[in-house]
């Protein structure tokens, strides 16, 4: 079946310091991939996506992802992060012939000052 | 402000009364969804609509019973609900249901069923 798994339920980062949230994904070929934040109280927005070509993907507010193929993952990282990131991230994946996401059950970071 | 703007905010019913969620969005946008979001569960797409059209109902309860009127608007009526219907409620709206499309969302209604 297909499905995406992220490893880490939360996170603690100290601000300043790097992140790297995780997602795993099971599909049978190359989905599309996408991460969404969800901070306290809103709806999710988009922070990238990746279909295909370079496999480092440069999104909004800082971040960026890198597709593994070898590892199926989709691993979203910020080399520093700010107390506005605490949120909860959802990673998703919809295979390239449906067009429903299917989502992670999110990690939430937390940043410490 | 996403342009997809949902109300009520947050909503307490019996599981006898019968409710409606509403959700309009400003994007001029063809596609629209709900989602339903629970603590700790991954989101759970329920309805999807193209030009005014379900295309996908994803083994959802009959006591959930959408309508949409047209391509801005969409409404989840709610009736005879249970408490494990409790959750956060997202609608979200896409250029068309193509994958390669970005899913805009709303803030989402908070359910509460006592």
């Known amino acids: 079946a297909q499905s995406v798994t992220q490893p880490d339920i939360h996170i603690t980062v100290s601000e300043g310091a790097s992140l790297e949230l995780r997602c795993n994904y099971s599909?049978?070929?190359?989905?599309?991939l996408f991460w969404y934040v969800q901070s306290p109280g809103q709806g999710l927005q988009l922070l990238l996506k990746y279909f295909s070509g370079d496999t480092l993907v440069q999104g909004i507010k800082g971040f960026e992802a890198e597709f593994k193929r070898s590892q199926s993952s989709f691993n979203l990282r910020k080399p520093s992060v700010h107390w506005s990131d605490a949120a909860e991230y959802f990673c998703?994946?919809?295979?390239?012939?449906?067009?429903?996401?299917?989502f992670g059950k999110g990690t939430s970071l937390l940043v410490t000052p | 402000e996403t342009g997809v703007t949902q109300t009520p905010r947050h909503l307490v019913m019996g599981m006898t009364n019968k409710k409606s969620l509403k959700c309009e969005q400003h994007l001029g946008h063809n596609a629209m969804y709900w989602y339903k979001q629970s603590a700790k569960k991954p989101l759970e797409l329920m309805f999807v609509?193209?030009?005014?059209?379900?295309?996908e109902n994803n083994s959802v309860p009959s006591r959930f019973s959408p309508e949409c009127p047209n391509s801005s608007h969409l409404f989840l009526h709610l009736h005879t609900l249970q408490p494990e219907d409790s959750a956060l409620y997202l609608c979200?709206?896409?250029?068309?249901?193509?994958?390669?499309?970005?899913?805009?969302f709303g803030e989402g209604s908070r359910l509460t069923v006592l």
């Open positions: 599909y049978g070929a190359t989905p599309y």
């Open positions: 979200a709206s896409s250029q068309g249901t193509t994958n390669t499309g970005e899913l805009f």
């Open positions: 998703a994946a919809t295979s390239r012939s449906g067009y429903a996401l299917n």
């Open positions: 609509y193209n030009f005014k059209e379900q295309t």
